[in-house]
């Protein structure tokens, strides 16, 4: 009698998840590859892969050194003042503008989320109320959200209008007209939609600490605050590398919001590297593979911590 | 300290004050921050139920004396995309024909492929794990070109089965992944005694896991729908003008400035376009919870 041949072992298993192979393999492996390889050629128009196209356009770090040459991706001027030493970068452009999202959004709703979390694990009234009004935000479209943060912010009609009709007239909250301030316009939309998120996580976090480290705690005299701070926040680790991973991602990918609450502006100052690929798709192929690539490169950064978490878990066991 | 004594019935170990300062710190800042949630919420509402002169003339704060739905009917009947003036009824029937079939069949793919790989592991299925969860963090603008050659190849580019299969298959790591990971959970004795008794790949996915897994479903149902209903990208550019979803619409009707912006209309063309999602967070309560966080965790 014959072995039955190994290929055909599990094979309604194989071919269940045939159709998932060919999409990882033929869309995620080959899509990035594709996108990598060619960010090193001049190509115009899209080409199907042949390497006959790939050696005939190749132009080895040319798109790169024009991508990080242009003033809206990237650019970075020393301004030195005059009968000081000391002088300062102020960067501006599509990178920049993503890298100062990234930061304040990590911060601020990491900061916010565990408070909130904290708070909300006092055991507190109406929990489910206070829960369902945080994390609402988190179901709308970010186009939903940057279209009535952008009519709150209008100068002429929003904020700004309201507190000086009710006789602040000194008060100004123009931020999505003005050049410097933008991006804190984008940060305040993107906190007030993820910021609920962060919270159900942390607060997942919080709920998952054994009670009796509370108890040991509370038995040696430790006030809760300390507790929190010095032992439960270390405890959380795997919960704020998660979170990190999940804002910074966001942040990294961020476009609609920006599409819908400035489209890029004033001018271009509030641009974004997912925007700048989108815009250059016809006009400028290359820059734009070349700042996918770099994307992607920004994305695997963010996910290293959560990668040596993952990776030190494996090899610890 | 203004300490009011709890008015309740002498149940308990030992009687506490009903405030006492931290709860008064604690309930402020629950309060305040719950305020700056809902204020964009407010906003939207009282500014969609007033007449462009009130809008004008008022004050973003304070809601109208004599509210009308007038703006509401005119952003669901007839407010203008720049394209045509027929409201954002098109975009909602749009979305409703790309969410339903991407749903459907990344769920379909999704689970048998995450029960695959729980269940009846094959070689490299690990490193077909780490793939996948490798892709659900890729940047969608990345993948833009490559899907553009691939969909202009099927001859699909700028139509509706076009949008609907970059749908489905950028739905499909994450979901694959909530399918392992809760199809590697459930009990393997019950996978076990299904083989035993002589049960196959396909009875013991319909008959055995299937009707265990309703929440898991119920999850992925959420995940899909919200997220495709929510998405803007993929939508503006490969379903083509004719079947933009109701976000791409939502966008063109707040920029188009036809004959001035009616921004009453513009908010409650807003509010309709969250109302799904928002309604889904509403009746789904801690599944929706459940499905963002395991989502989120897992992706």
Redesign the interface.
Known sequence: MNRPNPLFRNLNSKIASLPMMLIVLGVFVGGTVWTVLFSFTNIKILPIFTPKQWIDGFVGFANYKRLFNSDRWMSCPAITKIGQESWQFKCTGAMPNMITYAILAIIISISLGFLLAVMMDQKIRLEGMFRTIYLYPFALSFIVTGHVWAWIMSPEYGLQHAMRELGWTSFSFGWIADRQMVMYAIVIAGIWQGTGFVMALMLAGLRGIDEDIWKAARVDGIPAWRTYIQIVLPMMKPVMVTTFVLVASGAVRIYDLVVALTDGGPGISSDVPSRYIYQNFSANLGQSLSASTVMLVSMAIVLIPWMRMEFGKKSQA | MANTPLAAGPSGAKPKPFITP??AV??T??IV??I??????Y??VI?SLKNIQE??SG???IPTMHPTFDAWEKAWNSACTGLYCEGIKVGFWNSIKITVPSTIVSII??S??G???A????KF?EV?FT??L??S??????????????T??LGIYSTLPAVVLVHT?FG??LL?LLFRNYFASLPQELFKAARVDGA???QIFFQVFAPMSVPIFTVAVILQV?GI?????FGVIYAGPTNYPM?VQ??NI??SAQGGKA?NV??AA?IL??LV??A???FSGKY??RG??AG??KG
Request: hydrophobic share 60%.
């Open positions: 931290q709860r604690v309930y800042v629950l921050c719950a700056f949630f809902l204020f964009p919420l906003i939207m500014t809008i004008q004050n973003i704060f793919v999704a048998l492929t029960y695959s790989m269940n009846w592991p094959f299925s077909f793939i996948l490798l892709s963090f890729i940047p969608y603008v990345v993948m833009i070109y490559p899907l553009v050659i691939i202009r190849e298959i499909l790591p694959t196959g790949y396909w919200t209903w929510n998405d803007f990208l976000t939502l966008n707040v920029n921004y513009d908010m807003t376009t969250g999602p928002l889904i967070y509403f929706f919870v963002i966080a989120a965790v």
